[in-house]
């Protein structure tokens, strides 16, 4: 913590900043479109194809500061990692949209349990929800590793 501590806060600031900085430019547009939303819900559709952009750019930024951060703790430089992750793009982002179906079908599931079986076995299933979904998270961060370790370390 005393070694990496100040740069993944950096790292963790610089994805804040960079996450909210299209939101300067999407919300105007998307504000006058939710307002008119809460009457006709067609009005809404049309916020779709801003949010989803949004998301990719948030998950590009997310993953190229991750690949960095890969690289500065490695000591190999961040810019060497940003290389690694653009030739590694397909295989990152396949292995990102397995595990985040993985992610996207434990929350299903739990809210299947709360729809189908009401009380305390959706109660129970809501508490455990968390763990696979985090270990899914997890499992997306070592997979990106061993990713870039695969294309900066040979073997």
């Known amino acids: 913590m005393r070694l990496y501590g100040l740069p993944v806060f950096l790292f963790s600031l610089a994805e804040w900043l960079l996450s909210a900085l299209p939101l300067y430019w999407l919300l105007p547009k998307m504000y006058t479109l939710l307002l008119g939303g809460l009457m006709d819900y067609k009005l809404l559709l049309k916020?779709?194809?801003?949010?989803?952009?949004?998301?990719?750019?948030?998950?590009?930024?997310?993953?190229?500061l991750l690949y960095m951060q890969f690289g500065y703790t490695a000591g190999t430089g961040m810019f060497s990692a940003l290389l690694a992750y653009l030739r590694l793009l397909a295989p990152s982002t396949g292995a990102s949209l397995v595990l985040g179906a993985g992610g996207?079908?434990?929350w299903l599931l739990s809210a299947v349990t709360a729809l189908f079986y009401?009380?305390?076995p959706a109660l129970l299933f809501r508490q455990f929800a968390p763990l696979p979904s985090t270990l899914f998270k997890m499992w997306g961060i070592a997979a990106q590793y061993q990713l870039w370790s695969s294309k900066t370390f040979p073997q």
């Open 47 to 64: 916020l779709l194809p801003y949010l989803l952009a949004w998301m990719l750019y948030l998950y590009i930024v997310r993953t190229v």
């Open 104 to 106: 996207l079908l434990t």
């Open 118 to 120: 009401p009380g305390l």
